[in-house]
């Protein structure tokens, strides 16, 4: 199936295609894997031990300190990690992947494709949750170096309560420098997130581990018995922590998200051998020391860290944090790139900082937008556990569509009986619901933040579709269709001059408004002349021998259908190659001419969308990068002949 983006593809390709993740996973050693996930996978979740018990023993959230108190805390924590990360995502989840790759775009297509969405009213709630799925995301990816960076230099108010000042201006140097060296690429830093993330869990569970011996009291937790007693004895209260408990289990996504750079045995391997076994320990830890110094409250994770050992740990978690924050970064660049091919985003400059991996990429347009909003968020919240609030409800949000979307895949793909589906994720959607409602609770608290940044990028990824759609329609409704246009044109043909001409088209079976400009105005034709249409496939990457259709309309007129994959970048000059492999068509790029449509978007009263709405699509078609420069066209070779459209 072909994902319905006007951009790059008219209709559907309902043919076989053989894919291939295409990952460096392929030929790496599973050891050398595992310890890559470490450092990429997990700097989120394995950051979460900063702030998040200190987060659900706020005082905001009045619960009286007892050692009932701590044990239910930590037993919810407990099987907050076994049942969602562990259960749901590490054994589900990363089942459902889209041919080796993951993350709510991929999921959303492979329900779409099991579903036959095409042809279904299912179709607008898979898209609309994918959007919103990734919207969520795309907050994340704001909230997480914020929350992150701020909890670990807060580690120097532990040192001495003089450096409190300087935390704000210390959290801004580091974000700044983080994103000022993004476009200089992710590959050689890389190579020290998995070492350092190592040492970073080996010291988690070190920590854990020393002040659990001091108290191993804080083991029953493992029971859960003491998470039911606590809600029962304190079922308000209780219900308003999860909210806070959540943040134990953020940056789950993340594992499924990045299995396509390292396979899902890898990212198996590192949560249940390192990740998870160290989170726990940490988590005890710090309930353990709580059990014998209750003051700790205020900072557990720095306090239970001996005094000559602060600095070293300060610099250790700021590192991890920058990791962490890397991860996100990234993880939002791929998943702009991704909503572009799917068509839920305008063409944005995209470079690649690596030769050899192809999902190192650095967008300028996300980078900068981001760097502002979390300087805004750092300003504007001041301390991480301001931020919880805003950071739960990303979470949760996003959680819930994957649970959604999981649902629709175990029954349609996996062939699961309904009474299991509605069993299994009926539990995951329980749980998800209440981590979901109990941080809609703080929406006045900074939950506002997420949900309004949420629904500016939604607003812009449905109008940025639906007016797609629109135009698309428009130009059909007004075009004339390609074999016979082109039959009539070879039967008296125009002057023909030397050389190729490339025509990009959205609507393969209609003639390109630019060649009608291009007779109008030249009333020339070239001696060969090639209708291109680049489509994107609900797969990340296709074969090169899969790659090309080419079918010839006569008089040396070709027809040519480029699939790509929606991980893939579409890419004019590896086209021409593969034309002139497969089909022995060499094309001379100083003798070829590209010819492109250039549509100016007329806002008008006709039925679509609110005349405000194509106004701000109208705005972003003019924004939006120029098709020479996203698929990588000569500049000097292009030809671009404007059109008005009113939609």
């Not at 050891?31 to 706020?58: M, Q, R």
């Not at 660049?333 to 400059?349: K, V």
């Not at 890419?571 to 002139?580: A, K, M, P, T, Y």
Request: with cysteine.
């Amino acid at each position: 199936m072909s994902i319905s983006n006007p951009e790059f593809s008219q209709s559907s390709i309902m043919r076989p295609v053989s894919v291939t993740g295409m990952g460096s996973h392929a030929h790496a050693s599973v050891s050398a894997l595992v310890l890559a996930a470490i450092g990429v996978v997990f700097g989120d979740i394995g950051t979460s031990p900063l702030y998040a018990l200190k987060e659900c023993f706020s005082p905001e959230h009045g619960i009286p300190y007892s050692a009932d108190a701590v044990l239910g805390i930590i037993s919810m924590i407990f099987w907050s990690l076994i049942l969602i990360v562990t259960v749901k995502y590490v054994v589900f989840v990363l089942r459902a992947d889209n041919n080796g790759e993951g993350g709510v775009l991929s999921l959303m297509a492979l329900a779409m494709r099991s579903t036959r969405a095409e042809r279904h009213r299912f179709t607008a709630i898979l898209l609309m949750l994918g959007a919103l799925g990734a919207c969520m995301l795309l907050g994340e990816s704001v909230i997480t170096p914020a929350i992150s960076v701020l909890s670990a230099v807060e580690g120097l108010e532990v040192i001495t309560p003089d450096l409190k000042r300087y935390v704000i201006p210390i959290t801004l140097v580091i974000v700044v420098i983080l994103f000022y060296v993004q476009s200089y690429g992710t590959a050689a830093v890389g190579r020290l997130f998995g070492p350092i993330m190592l040492i970073w869990f080996g010291a988690l569970a070190v920590f854990g581990i020393t002040n659990i011996a001091q108290n191993p009291l804080v083991l029953k937790a493992v029971s859960p018995y003491y998470a039911a007693n606590f809600i029962y004895e304190h079922a308000l209260l209780a219900y308003v922590v999860m909210g806070s408990v959540v943040l134990s289990v953020t940056g789950v996504e993340a594992l499924y998200l990045d299995m396509g750079h390292f396979g899902r045995k890898p990212v198996r391997l590192a949560w249940l051998l390192v990740t998870l076994p160290a989170l726990l320990a940490n988590y005890f830890g710090q309930g353990a020391l709580l059990l014998s110094h209750p003051e700790a409250i205020e900072n557990p994770f720095f306090l239970m860290i001996p005094q000559a050992l602060l600095w070293p740990m300060v610099i250790l978690a700021t590192a991890a944090t920058v990791i962490a924050s890397q991860a996100v970064i990234s993880g939002a660049y791929s998943l702009a790139n991704q909503g572009i091919l799917l068509g839920f985003l305008p063409r944005m400059q995209i470079l690649h900082t690596s030769d050899t991996e192809r999902g190192q990429i650095y967008m300028p347009m996300v980078n900068w937008l981001l760097l502002a909003l979390v300087i805004f968020t750092v300003i504007q919240f001041k301390e991480s556990g301001n931020l919880a609030a805003a950071y739960g409800i990303s979470v949760t949000t996003t959680m819930m569509i994957t649970t959604t979307m999981l649902a629709v895949v175990m029954y349609n793909e996996w062939k699961i009986k309904p009474v299991f589906v509605v069993l299994l994720v009926g539990m995951f959607f329980v749980v998800d619901f209440s981590f979901w409602t109990a941080n809609l609770i703080k929406v006045k608290d900074g939950g506002w933040y997420p949900l309004g940044l949420g629904a500016i990028c939604f607003l812009m990824l449905t109008t940025w579709y639906k007016g797609r759609r629109l135009l698309r329609e428009r130009v059909i409704a007004d075009s004339i269709r390609l074999p016979d246009f082109v039959s009539a044109l070879l039967a008296h043909p125009p002057h023909r001059v030397e050389g190729t001409a490339v025509f990009l088209t959205a609507h393969i079976d209609f003639v390109p408004v630019a060649l009608l400009h291009n007779l109008k105005h030249n009333r020339v034709l070239h001696e060969r002349v090639i209708f291109l249409k680049l489509s994107i496939w609900d797969v990340p990457y296709v074969r090169d021998e899969e790659r090309l259709t080419v079918s010839e309309l006569g008089g040396n007129v070709f027809v040519v259908r480029a699939v790509h994959g929606f991980k893939e970048t579409p890419d004019i000059n590896r086209v021409l190659s593969l034309l002139e492999q497969q089909h022995g068509m060499t094309i001379d790029l100083s003798d070829t001419s590209f010819f492109l449509a250039r549509d100016t978007i007329v806002p008008s009263n006709l039925p679509g969308m609110a005349v405000w709405r194509e106004r701000l699509f109208a705005w972003m078609m003019q924004n939006a990068a120029k098709p020479s420069d996203f698929f990588r066209i000569p500049p000097n070779r292009v030809v671009e002949l404007g059109t008005k459209i009113e939609i």
